[in-house]
């Protein structure tokens, strides 16, 4: 009896060791992977063994990896950092908004100044010097302060009215024609058959670099395709400051390795840059000058000469400082000589209470200001406009 007990135990444990081992082997199912390791002729899943199971979609099967990845690695590997999206300009409506309204902050006193004295019980010949004495103040010019003064006399003479309301209407309606409506104030950033051309200039500290690259930015948002040149070549840190600009809006920037090269063959670089792209626009950036070195404004002008080897230049963009006041005249005066200035760029209007000098460089020049800038953001670029400029001034 105990050896029957004896070979039914051993009996029970083979089974038990069989049953163990098919559980083990069905419990572990065969990956897509392994199947081809052992299965190399399988590569459609009909191919495959009978019980091989299929592969979750999306995953990565060794005969496909990328070359170099260890074949036996099973770990995941982890996603590389993708890299973060480009900068998108604000819309052109929320930057204007917010624009008028720091315009308005800055000539609050312009217009409380103007708007008291113009609606007082008694308008004598002190109260119209006072009056005067405001817009000089407020850079408009003596010429066109001279203008306004004797046409609002005469207005306010004629019709009568002390009402504060209708004064204003009147000064408003003198101010947007001195301001002058009529000026083509868009930008010649399209040109037939080739990319245009825009250089912009002006003096040392005035964000001409920084316009440039707002600019990029409002263009890119236009399905515009932008070349960068930065012809800086004498400011250490100009073209890293421009490539940078650029990086952000997925511009390309076209410089010199080398600090002090010729600035008139990266201009051309970058042009001949843009018609290999077949690019839109190529805006060329260039050393801030000072308007009072005759070497260096020759220099500036055999910039665009050198341009104009390879393409026409459609815009010459000078950028001032609006608080440099009377003085931005002079500048404009000198670079509009050397490289005939097609339209300002008036940056840092939210630093003063000038803003009459819009009037002062538009009569003077007879060249329109066509873009503002208010602050030191990147979206802080506007179209300027003439009715919201002179209703921003008035503003109380």
Request: glycine share 8%; net charge negative; hydrophobic share 45%.
């Amino acid at each position: 009896m105990e050896t029957s007990v004896f070979i039914t135990s051993i009996v029970l444990g083979v089974i038990l060791v069989g049953l163990l081992g098919l559980f083990l082997v069905r419990g572990r199912p065969l990956s897509r992977s392994a199947t081809r390791s052992r299965f190399p002729e399988a590569r459609d899943p009909d191919d495959l063994p009978p019980g091989a199971p299929e592969e979750p979609d999306g995953a990565t099967l060794v005969a496909d990896r990328p070359e170099g990845t260890p074949a036996d690695l099973d770990l995941e590997v982890p996603e590389t950092a993708v890299e973060p999206g480009l900068d998108t300009p604000e819309a052109l409506g929320t930057r204007l908004v917010r624009l008028r309204a720091r315009l308005v902050k800055s000539n609050n006193i312009f217009s409380k100044s103007l708007l008291a004295l113009l609606s007082a019980d008694e308008i004598d010949d002190d109260v119209w010097d006072e009056i005067e004495e405001t817009l000089l103040s407020a850079d408009l010019g003596a010429d066109p302060t001279a203008d306004l003064v004797d046409t609002l006399r005469e207005r306010v003479k004629v019709e009568g009215s002390k009402d504060p309301q209708q004064v204003k209407a009147m000064l408003r309606e003198e101010l947007i024609r001195l301001v002058d409506p009529e000026f083509d104030r868009s930008l010649a950033s399209e040109a037939v058959g080739r990319p245009a051309v825009v250089m912009v200039v002006g003096v040392n500290g005035v964000g001409k670099t920084t316009t440039v690259g707002k600019l990029a930015r409002v263009m890119v948002a236009e399905d515009k395709d932008v070349v960068l040149g930065a012809a800086d070549t004498f400011r250490a840190a100009a073209a890293e400051q421009l490539t940078t600009w650029g990086a952000r809006v997925g511009v390309p920037t076209v410089s010199s390795d080398v600090e002090g090269a010729d600035p008139a063959s990266v201009a051309y670089e970058a042009v001949d840059k843009a018609a290999e792209l077949e690019s839109d626009v190529v805006m060329v950036d260039t050393a801030g000058r000072l308007q009072n070195k005759a070497n260096l404004m020759d220099e500036l002008g055999k910039v665009k000469r050198v341009i104009e080897k390879k393409s026409d230049v459609d815009e010459v963009l000078l950028v001032l400082d609006a608080t440099t006041g009377q003085n931005g005249l002079n500048q404009a005066k000198v670079f509009s000589e050397v490289v005939d200035v097609t339209g300002i760029v008036l940056t840092k209007l939210d630093g003063t209470a000038r803003g009459g000098i819009v009037v002062a460089i538009q009569k003077q020049l007879g060249v329109p200001v066509k873009l503002i800038g208010l602050g030191e953001g990147p979206d802080d670029l506007a179209p300027f406009e003439t009715e919201s400029f002179v209703d921003a001034l008035l503003e109380e």
